[in-house]
């Protein structure tokens, strides 16, 4: 009979390796089947064949064909081509990858060939001053047909090699990872140069991620007005290590933070503060706002005396009126330097005001416009208004706030009230600070203004005898 050839590509895999190597072979002589490192072939043994195809003139017509034997043993027809298979499926869309582990499934897809199968992760090059990272002990035994290799705990923004492999040195898998960024560390160093006049810092290593830029946060007061905050924050590069200071002067204190910035955000702040001029200049260790006259508890307003934050130089500016119900100073400064949540009950838009010349600006009257409402104010409660600026530029927003702090005295009028005389045999002069009525010349008899179905906080302000005797009508 003839001998049959192999079949030409692309019916069959060109990286075949076949044994013994010849180009033709007898009938029925198996061939061994072999792939390169990491691959199988999909029948391990083939052989020709010939079957009949038809008929001419009563005899038959033979054709060759080729059987395979897989790796269970088994024979059949070879119908499409023979090809080399990856031993290990690792599908690299299926990579999960975070700052501190890298996480891969596999699949064995010839289970008798992935015995012994071991996956290991190294560094894949020493690391070295300042991001030194250590040797992770990342290996492991993988049985059965599928499963996950995890390798951690792993450094940020470090390349590691994932290998697995056969015994004693087949190499099935490798691939070179490299983990996520996360946001750098702290610097470490701040310092004022006092002949540039700048800002400096020592630049952050790209141990973490790569440093793309810095987040600086200036706070500038001065000791004759520290109710007037100056507050800068700038997005520097990340080449940058130096910031000239604005507008030095004796008396002016700073108060800045900075924190590096990588592509998984900023990092932790360090925080300094620098005085300037000599050491015998008193600075601001805090805001001390400016004070409010004319208060009415009654109407629920204030006066504020309002002067333009804005240079007569610049373009005509809007300046908001912000109101929060606290003295707290750091509340304040983070209003002043942030995004305040409007509306929310505690911090709100007063109002909007285009300042040309100084203006008393009546607070709480109850007028309302877009997006802002000068909300009456609340018995009892404390405040600070802040007149704020907001200067943007590309790479700077800047920040000027004038504070005003006050409170609301308790109100014993109420509009609507009924009036209820009451005997009062326990009241002294000066037991009612503030009430014009009675202040000085109590008389025996407390004029008091209820209202329907309630009452105010007698026992509160002026103890629990007053409350004893109060009858309110209806």
């Given at each position: ?330 509340v304040t400064e983070s209003i002043c330097a942030g995004q305040p949540q409007l509306f929310n ?130």
């Amino acid at each position: 009979s003839e001998p049959c050839e192999i079949p030409c590509l692309p019916l069959w895999d060109s990286r075949l390796q076949l044994a013994p190597d010849q180009k033709n072979y007898k009938k029925n002589e198996e061939v061994m089947l072999s792939c390169p490192e990491g691959f199988q072939p999909s029948f391990t043994h083939v052989k020709c064949s010939s079957e009949v195809q038809s008929f001419t003139r009563g005899k038959p017509v033979y054709r060759e064909i080729w059987n395979g034997r897989d790796s269970k043993g088994a024979w059949a027809r070879i119908r499409s081509s023979v090809e080399c298979i990856e031993v290990l499926q690792v599908v690299p869309g299926t990579f999960e990858i975070s700052s501190t582990s890298i996480k891969l499934n596999w699949t064995c897809r010839f289970p008798d060939a992935c015995q012994g199968m071991r996956a290991m992760c190294r560094l894949a090059a020493p690391s070295s001053p300042p991001c030194e990272a250590e040797e992770v002990n990342g290996e492991q035994m993988l049985h059965g047909q599928a499963g996950t290799f995890t390798c951690s705990p792993l450094q940020p923004f470090t390349e590691y090699s994932v290998t697995i492999s056969l015994p004693p040195n087949e190499t099935l898998f490798s691939w070179l990872f490299m983990t996520e960024e996360t946001v750098p560390d702290k610097p470490e160093e701040l310092w004022l140069d006092p002949n540039r006049g700048s800002l400096r810092w020592k630049a952050l290593p790209s141990c973490k991620g790569e440093i793309i830029g810095y987040q600086l946060s200036i706070t500038a007061r001065n000791a004759g007005d520290s109710g007037v905050l100056e507050m800068e924050r700038l997005r520097l590069n990340g080449s940058v290590t130096e910031h000239r200071l604005p507008e030095r002067s004796p008396g002016r204190s700073y108060a800045v933070t900075i924190r590096g910035l990588t592509a998984a955000g900023a990092g932790a702040a360090l925080a300094r503060e620098f005085p300037t001029g000599s050491s015998d200049t008193p600075h601001p260790q805090g805001i001390s706002c400016r004070s409010v006259r004319d208060i009415a508890p009654s109407q629920g307003t204030a006066v504020l005396p309002l002067r333009p934050i804005a240079r007569p130089s610049e373009a005509a500016r809007e300046h908001q009126l912000i109101v929060a119900t606290t003295h707290d100073g750091s509340v304040t400064e983070s209003i002043c330097a942030g995004q305040p949540q409007l509306f929310n009950g505690s911090v709100y838009l007063a109002a909007l005001l285009n300042l040309t010349a100084p203006t008393d600006f009546v607070l709480g009257d109850g007028s309302r416009g877009q997006g802002h409402h000068n909300a009456a104010l609340r018995p009892g409660c404390d405040y600070t208004a802040l007149l704020r600026l907001v200067r943007l530029s590309p790479q700077a927003e800047k920040f000027t706030c004038v504070c005003y702090s006050f409170s609301v005295g308790k109100c014993l009028l109420a509009r609507g009230a009924q009036a209820s005389l009451l005997h009062v045999p326990f009241c002294q002069p000066g037991s009612f600070p503030g009430n014009e009525l009675t202040q000085g010349r109590c008389g025996g008899v407390l004029l008091y203004f209820g209202l329907h179905r309630s009452s105010l906080d007698l026992e509160a302000i002026y103890g629990r005898e007053a409350s004893d005797i109060l009858r309110t009508p209806g």
